[in-house]
């Protein structure tokens, strides 16, 4: 028996929206934030995986892919010792699950917080008792708690990447893959909207995910969402990517020596986000690139660190799509490596976003290790900024940002050239200083169509002015004819 997904309606939703609100007021100021959100995604996650007494088979929920301690249902919690049963519940899950949580329940602290009594997680788990969300869609379930419970984080909170550009990023992706990373996952939006993509377009089931998110916060917002919605295929952890890698493999040296490496995947996708500092590279960091053969110097920037972490962490077929802010490079030395990167023909293409789509001026890169035949020897470059609609218009003018992608794709994979697509060889890259700001190959375009603009319009005024001439001559003939 599959679980029923309902999409309710908007009477339910309010119903969803008005008792997390009421949950929220009761817990505010009770907790720190990070651990408030925890908090209420495990009571909720409770309530979507253990029935009432009676209800329907725990089992089939999440499609078997989930394992449930036994005999435990949803009207239990809300007794004496709240606490103890909601820990022991977590503890059970994890060790039945480990995978799965790796230890996000276990770090859910009841005890910490004196002022979290029984009373009012009792009053809680009765406030969600009045919900059937096991006959809701997580979508509803997740959309609502993102509503109501980050209403205040979006005060400090980075610009994550818009869906319109999600969109996009997943079409590059044009093939089966197994393994997808994200250096700054957020809120895990890019990472679950490719998963998506792979299964409805690939029938790919597949795919495992991981990620990494350095900022606590945003983290637990993400690692809710990959639950609440039974993306259990993912690995995300909490920390800064770009100065200590998470995601660390054994390999052996040519002496036979074991050693720490970078994992490779197949594809990373990735939009830098802009609040993350740098720090002082560590030894620790620079072994683990020591045979990347573009080097990892420390005097480039965090934006730059991105580009260099993302191809490290490609394997041999593997491919990145990236935004990046379009003023790389920023000093000599990252140029010196980006022309390495450009002569080993590493880049596929950049696609210019301009900055509506991002907090400022940034660039769609396309890094691949296995580039088509066609493509080899040269770089697409693409301004989509006439293309891709601007935000304020696409509900306005309904806008269906699927097929605006799927046009994007075919004009870039046909190479379609106009004043906004051009291929530009190696040998045009070098001539234009490894340069890969977009404007700068459509400048000279654009130069010819203003000298072409202005001679049309010198055309124009010269006919005008054949005309006048020609009524002048008119009127004069009638003037003199009149005379005699």
């Known amino acids: 028996m599959e679980r029923r997904q ?3 309606s908007s009477t339910h939703r309010r119903n969803i929206h008005d008792i997390y609100k009421e949950i929220n007021a009761i817990l505010m100021g009770i907790v720190p ?9 495990n009571l909720i996650f409770f309530r979507m995986i253990f029935p009432d007494k009676g209800g329907d088979s725990r089992k089939v929920f999440f499609f078997g892919k989930l394992k449930l301690p036994e005999g435990l249902i949803f009207n239990d919690f809300p007794r004496k010792n709240v606490k103890q049963n909601i820990i022991k519940a977590n503890a059970e899950l994890e060790k039945l699950n480990p995978h799965i949580f790796k230890g996000f329940l276990n770090s859910i602290n009841y005890n910490e917080h004196k002022m979290l009594t029984n009373p009012i997680l009792e009053k809680i788990l009765n406030e969600l008792g009045k919900l059937g969300l096991l006959n809701i869609s997580n979508d509803i379930i997740y959309s609502a708690f993102v509503r109501v419970f980050t209403d205040g984080i979006f005060k400090y909170n980075r610009k994550l990447t818009p869906e319109q550009v999600n969109s996009l990023v997943v079409r590059f992706i044009d093939k089966e893959v197994h393994t997808i990373y994200d250096p700054a996952f ?8 490719t998963l998506k993509y792979q299964k409805d377009f690939f029938y790919n089931e597949d795919v495992h995910l991981f990620g990494t998110e350095f900022d606590k916060i945003i983290y637990s917002i993400g690692k809710i969402q990959f639950l609440m919605k039974g993306v259990f295929n993912g690995d995300i952890r909490e920390g800064n990517s770009l100065l200590e890698p998470q995601f660390i493999k054994q390999k052996t040296d040519k002496d036979k020596k074991e050693k720490n490496a970078l994992m490779t995947f197949d594809i ?10 740098k720090k002082e590279i560590s030894r620790k960091l620079l072994k683990l690139y020591k045979d990347f053969k573009y080097g990892f110097p420390r005097n480039v920037s965090k934006e730059f660190l991105l580009f260099l972490h993302s191809i490290a962490s490609l394997n041999e077929n593997g491919k990145a799509i990236l935004i990046i802010p379009k003023r ?3 000093n000599d030395t990252e140029l010196s490596i980006l022309k390495a990167i450009i002569n080993d023909d590493l880049i596929e293409g950049v696609l210019y976003l301009g900055r509506s789509y991002t907090i400022i001026e940034s660039q769609l890169i396309i890094i691949n290790k296995k580039k088509a035949k066609e493509n080899k020897g040269r770089i697409i470059f693409y301004d989509i900024t006439d293309t891709f609609p601007e935000p304020r218009h696409l509900y306005r003018e309904k806008v269906n940002i699927n097929s605006v992608s799927d046009k994007i794709l075919d004009n870039y994979s046909h190479i379609i050239e106009s004043n906004k697509l051009k291929s530009v060889s190696l040998d045009g890259l070098r001539i234009n200083n490894f340069s890969l700001d977009c404007n700068e190959y459509f400048r000279e375009q654009k130069e010819f ?4 603009e202005l001679e049309k319009k010198l055309t124009l005024i010269d006919e005008e002015l054949e005309i006048v001439k020609k009524e002048r001559e008119k009127i004069l003939k009638e003037i003199l004819d009149n005379e005699k």
């Open 6 to 8: 309902v999409d309710l």
């Open 33 to 41: 934030y990070e651990m408030l959100l925890r908090i209420v995604f």
């Open 186 to 193: 957020g809120h895990g939006n890019s990472l679950i909207k």
């Open 268 to 277: 990373v996708i990735s939009h830098l986000p802009f609040e993350i500092q």
């Open 328 to 330: 790389i490079p920023n």
């Open 449 to 452: 169509e203003d000298i072409k």
